[in-house]
């Protein structure tokens, strides 16, 4: 599967939750979907270095002939993202495409990302 494949409902579909996770954590989600050129971290990583703000940017990579995942977050998204957050959503999209459900465990990863990068509300008392 690459990202020509998806059908113009699924893409809405995914777009949508793209713009939702966007708003709810106010970073930058990027998708991309397709064959990985060499090393897939290496290809992650240099695609989410060519974003438009790569520091305020999460970037999911998905090689489905490969069944590889990636997800580079960059540096302000980490303040508020751990790297065991990324694996739970990655698990969470590895367990959708196995069920046959690729675009349902994207925007179910994505969803999950962004849920974990909102940062908290605090309240502050005065002394």
Request: charged content about 25%; overall charge negative.
């Amino acid at each position: 599967m690459a990202a020509g494949d998806l059908s113009s409902r699924e893409r809405a579909g995914l777009d949508k939750a793209i713009r939702a996770a966007e708003q709810s954590c106010r970073f930058e989600f990027s998708v991309f979907i397709g064959s990985a050129d060499g090393d897939a971290r290496v290809y992650a990583q240099r695609l989410h270095t060519s974003l438009v703000a790569p520091t305020h940017s999460v970037l999911v990579m998905v090689d489905p002939a490969a069944r590889v995942i990636e997800v580079v977050t960059g540096a302000e998204v980490r303040r508020h993202l751990s790297d065991r957050e990324v694996e739970l959503a990655i698990l969470a999209m590895q367990t959708d495409f196995a069920g046959d459900d690729f675009v349902g465990g994207l925007k179910r990863g994505i969803s999950m990302l962004a849920e974990h990068a909102r940062p908290q509300n605090t309240l502050h008392a005065g002394v």
